[in-house]
């Protein structure tokens, strides 16, 4: 079983900065697992936004629409993995989830945090 609490959400304007944070705990082993986030904006579906695979070497993926802006990395020394999210647009409000998961892949992940609420106002 694998605890995940984000952090690190907020109101920014656009073209402005955020770096979400998320906490893992349990077992087994973090650096076993592939790290995702992922967001819900209001009214539509989740949606996958980057994942990297336990050595946060080549298997680093993103969404087409945060490539460029978002940057994700992983601490297996301090279980966490970030989400560095630069020049953010309105369309990058949503509220934010990391996941835990077996593959790395856009889908099917284990474990979920609460979430994170980002708020871009134009």
């Known amino acids: 079983q694998v605890q995940l609490v984000e952090s690190g959400g907020g109101l920014v304007q656009a073209g402005g900065s955020l770096r979400l944070s998320c906490a893992a705990s349990?077992?087994?082993?973090?650096?076993?697992?592939?790290m995702g986030w992922f967001r819900q904006a209001p009214g539509k579906e989740r949606e996958f936004v980057a994942c990297i695979n336990w050595s946060g070497g080549e298997s680093i993926y993103y969404a087409d629409s945060v490539k460029g802006r978002f940057t994700i990395s992983r601490d297996n020394a301090n279980n966490a993995v970030y989400l560095q999210m630069n020049n953010l647009k309105p369309d990058d409000t949503a509220v934010y989830y990391c996941?835990?998961?077996?593959?790395?892949?856009?889908?099917?992940?284990?474990?979920w945090g609460q979430g994170t609420q980002v708020t871009v106002s134009s």
């Open positions: 996941a835990a998961g077996q593959i790395v892949r856009t889908y099917g992940y284990d474990y």
């Open positions: 349990g077992r087994p082993t973090f650096s076993d697992y592939v």
